[in-house]
């Protein structure tokens, strides 16, 4: 059914190897935000795209990490010189039309060797 | 600095019981409080919100209750089912910002 999908489900990556991660949102809802789970931790905020507004980019641990929305729609989270702290699960979610309730993809499954 | 604590990892509850999932914050701007609960490999669901104008939000079996006073709610799940099983996350975020801060999550065994 309808739904943030994500890809990949699962990326293994070389320590210094860039990455791309997709998110592709239900069409109609203007905000997209990413975060990330690292093992045992809570999600961690790292970026917010809304409309045509700047992103809110306060999360972004390191310049290392980056991302895109085109069209207002598909986005793609970039991590460049990936370190083996990256390794995470990295999950996009979109934003519902009651206060603050986002809706989540299945998210993608870092492992940086 | 951990805004929103869930300081139990893990909580075991015997099926038709209730559980009691608790969360704590630190932050006084947080005016809007969430539950998630996550399957592995899924993404979280949301599951119920409370309005810090409020102290009390039911819907069917999950209730959310707030204690401003001592930044505190917690999720009560009664008849608590096998199906509950899940890591339950708190979120809060505070008015104006869209992102939302989470806890670290509890694991909720439903013990048959």
């Known amino acids: 059914g309808a739904g943030v999908s994500q890809s990949p489900s699962n990326k293994v990556t070389e320590k210094g190897k860039d990455v791309e991660l997709r998110c592709d949102p239900i069409s109609g809802h203007t905000a997209l935000y990413w975060y990330r789970q690292s093992l045992g931790q809570g999600l961690e905020f790292l970026i917010y795209?809304?409309?045509?507004?700047?992103?809110?980019k306060s999360g972004l641990p390191s310049d290392r990490f980056s991302a895109e929305r085109t069209g207002g729609s598909v986005s793609t989270l970039t991590i460049q010189r990936t370190q083996q702290e990256d390794s995470a699960v990295y999950l996009c979610?979109?934003?519902?039309?009651?206060?603050?309730?986002?809706?989540f993809g299945p998210g993608t499954r870092l492992t940086v060797l | 600095d951990q805004q929103v604590k869930q300081n139990s990892p893990s909580l075991s509850v015997q099926e038709g019981r209730i559980s009691i999932l608790n969360c704590d914050y630190t932050?006084?701007?947080?005016?809007?409080f969430l539950w998630y609960k996550k399957y592995p490999a899924e993404g979280p669901t949301f599951l119920i919100s409370i309005s810090s104008i409020k102290d009390k939000n039911e819907d069917g079996r999950f209730t959310v209750f707030l204690n401003k006073s001592a930044k505190h709610l917690s999720l009560h799940i009664v008849p608590s089912q096998p199906g509950d099983s899940a890591v339950y996350f708190c979120a809060a975020s505070a008015w104006g910002a869209q992102k939302l801060v989470f806890g670290q999550g509890t694991r909720l065994t439903i013990n048959p």
């Open positions: 932050n006084s701007m947080f005016d809007y």
């Open positions: 795209f809304q409309g045509n507004s700047a992103p809110d």
């Open positions: 979610a979109q934003g519902g039309a009651a206060n603050n309730e986002q809706f």
